[in-house]
């Protein structure tokens, strides 16, 4: 499978995730409003959402990945499954130990995160923190499954069991929120149960992917095989990895608990208006940036173990290349174009005009660092790939300064928003500091015609942004019916697409030549 293909494969599953996951929060918005029981639930929600970034998608899979990835091209496949065997046993066991502390400490973790909570909303979201845990545990082991089927270039179920857990919260606003709600129960209490069980249905679909592939991990249940498991060198050598890239990634999260924290002192709804907004941005980062860092790191280590320095280069320039290509003309859309977006995906049931205007404020501020966010996700494997996790650690630890100087300087005059631009450009340094270590270092040579392909972009991003100036102001979105309003946005979004690439054909760029390179 081609890298432009692997890489389309988890963008298009990714995207049925983010579409299933918009339709979850269109209907959240619609049934629970904007109140303080909302701000609890993601509260609650973003604890075991931090640690699965921290543990699971983060720390872990970026020591994992690279040293599995090693062990198959340099030792085969019969030591890398005993690898496996290794590590699953030992997460195994962490994992337990984990979920029954997050259980118990659940009210510190709700203060820590969210101290401006009032009483009720506390212990609202201390309950289903509580109901919320197990799912780290299910996702640490999703994560490790993910890292084995990506390795052996297996990238389909990986990048398409989120529409599991987007399901279940589906069906816990839809039909479990109503059912509590006769009983006397608070409804907002049936996410958490729908965030339970969509963790356990992303678990559970791992299995025969694994299966198939001879791969099903071997979970050691004895102490003999516990501590078999805890002496093996590669088991030493991820925890070793791990160790600063859980600073590296602790840094990431406390940058958003720090954001939480500061969001529930200001005005009621803050947290969720944010919540929104990341939402949104979220749909770019993760179909571009996410599918590219999940397709690169394997590729990247396996070129750094074999010595191939050329490919390793190339891998990393085509990468970029696709990050400007598709990440700068979203930016200008949020730029310029987030409050009919905002009107047209939530203005609905009980989330009112002023929920629109703050949520649309947040999103517009997260397109200043688009890029820079986008962009980390694929210079960062850069480092994995050679095993050094400690230079972005260090960029890390500065950005997080930098960022909090940031938000002291902003909130006062922005209030929310500024937490999103803090965020964006914390990202612009984050990008900036690894590109240029990259190429200090000599392992990332840029291709010849950077500048050509870069006035070419710009150009055709001028008049992309010209095109949604005009339509953002010549209607009126909040005014506009539902249904019409769709489609006026649907109207608009191929517009938009046909007037940037349209441009980008007249400039002479040949798209399907960059695309497979």
Request: net charge positive; glycine share 10%; aromatic share 10%.
């Amino acid at each position: 499978m081609s890298l432009f293909k692997a890489a389309s494969t988890v963008s298009l599953l990714t995207l049925a995730s983010r579409i299933t996951g918009l339709v979850r929060d269109l209907l959240m918005a619609s049934v629970f409003g904007v109140n303080g029981l909302t701000d609890a639930f993601n509260v609650a929600f973003r604890i075991p959402n931090l640690l699965r970034r921290l543990f699971a998608e983060g720390a872990f899979s970026q020591a994992f990945v690279p040293v599995l990835a090693r062990s198959r091209a340099s030792a085969g496949d019969a030591a890398t499954h005993q690898l496996i065997d290794a590590v699953a046993t030992v997460l195994a066991w962490v994992l337990v130990a984990v979920t029954v502390l997050g259980i118990v400490a659940a009210p510190a973790l709700v203060w820590a995160l969210a101290s401006g909570l009032d009483g009720p909303s506390f212990d609202a979201g201390v309950l289903m923190t509580r109901w919320m845990f197990p799912y780290i545990g299910c996702m640490s082991l999703v994560a490790l499954s993910a890292g084995i089927l990506n390795t052996w270039r297996h990238f389909a179920v990986p990048a398409a069991t989120p529409v599991l857990l987007n399901l279940a919260m589906i069906l816990a606003a839809w039909l479990g929120a109503p059912w509590l709600a006769r009983r006397g129960v608070e409804p907002i209490y049936a996410m958490a149960g729908g965030v339970l069980v969509g963790g356990l249905l992303q678990l559970a679909v791992q299995v025969p992917a694994l299966a198939r592939l001879g791969l099903l991990p071997r979970i050691g249940l004895w102490p003999a095989r516990v501590r078999s498991a805890w002496r093996d060198a590669g088991v030493r050598q991820v925890l070793g990895l791990m160790l600063p890239a859980l600073l590296g990634v602790g840094v990431a999260q406390l940058s958003l608990l720090i954001n939480t924290q500061i969001a529930s002192h200001l005005a009621v709804g803050s947290v969720t208006w944010l919540f929104y907004a990341d939402r949104l941005m979220e749909f770019p980062t993760a179909l571009l940036g996410v599918a590219l860092g999940v397709v690169l790191t394997p590729q990247l280590a396996a070129a750094r173990a074999s010595g191939d320095d050329a490919r390793y280069s190339q891998l990393l320039d085509w990468g970029l290349r696709l990050v400007v290509l598709l990440t700068v003309p979203c930016a200008a859309a949020l730029l310029s174009f987030a409050t009919p977006l905002i009107a047209t995906l939530f203005h609905h049931g009980r989330f009112s005009a002023h929920d629109v205007e703050r949520t649309a404020f947040a999103l517009t501020l997260y397109g200043v660092g688009l890029l820079g966010l986008v962009a980390v996700k694929v210079l960062a494997p850069g480092y994995y790939a050679s095993l050094d996790i400690r230079t972005p650690v260090k960029i890390a630890v500065a950005v997080l300064i930098i960022t909090q100087a940031f938000n002291a300087l902003f909130v006062p005059f922005l209030q929310h928003a500024a937490l999103t631009l803090s965020i964006g450009l914390g990202a612009l340094i984050n990008a900036a500091w690894l590109l240029h270590g990259l190429v200090r270092r000599g392992h990332f040579r840029p291709a010849p015609g950077w500048g050509r392909f870069g006035l070419q972009v710009a150009m055709a991003t001028v008049v992309l942004t010209a095109f949604l100036l005009w339509a953002a102001r010549h209607f009126d979105w909040l005014a506009t019916p539902t249904w019409p309003r769709v489609g006026l946005l649907g109207g608009v979004g191929l517009g938009a697409a046909l007037i940037y690439f349209g441009t980008l054909a007249l400039s002479g760029l040949r798209l399907r030549t960059l695309l497979r390179r």
